[in-house]
């Protein structure tokens, strides 16, 4: 059976919900998988993928903050 895949807005869902530090621990396993599964899909840098999901994140947190 094959895992299904993670997307980047899981990834960034998980980090805007994470309110406190176990759950922002959860939400960094999820990203290092991300990178693991990304890193094999297209053989990319794993520096270079969480850059992405963090530029993301930034995004997502200063459009809900209205700014």
């Not at 805007?16 to 290092?32: C, D, E, Q, V, W």
């Not at 991300?34 to 947190?61: H, M, N």
């Given at each position: 059976?094959?895992?299904?895949?993670?997307?980047?807005?899981e990834?960034?869902?998980?980090?805007?919900?994470?309110?406190?530090?176990?759950?922002?621990?959860?939400?960094?396993?999820?990203?290092?998988?991300?990178?693991?599964?990304?890193?094999?899909?297209?053989?990319?840098?794993?520096?270079?993928?969480?850059?992405?999901?963090?530029?993301?994140?930034?995004?997502?947190?200063?459009?809900?903050?209205?700014?």
């Amino acid at each position: 059976m094959k895992n299904r895949l993670i997307t980047c807005e899981e990834i960034v869902q998980s980090y805007i919900l994470a309110s406190n530090p176990a759950y922002k621990a959860h939400a960094t396993r999820k990203l290092n998988s991300y990178v693991k599964q990304q890193c094999e899909l297209t053989g990319s840098k794993p520096s270079r993928i969480i850059a992405g999901v963090r530029a993301a994140l930034t995004k997502r947190k200063k459009k809900n903050a209205g700014i």
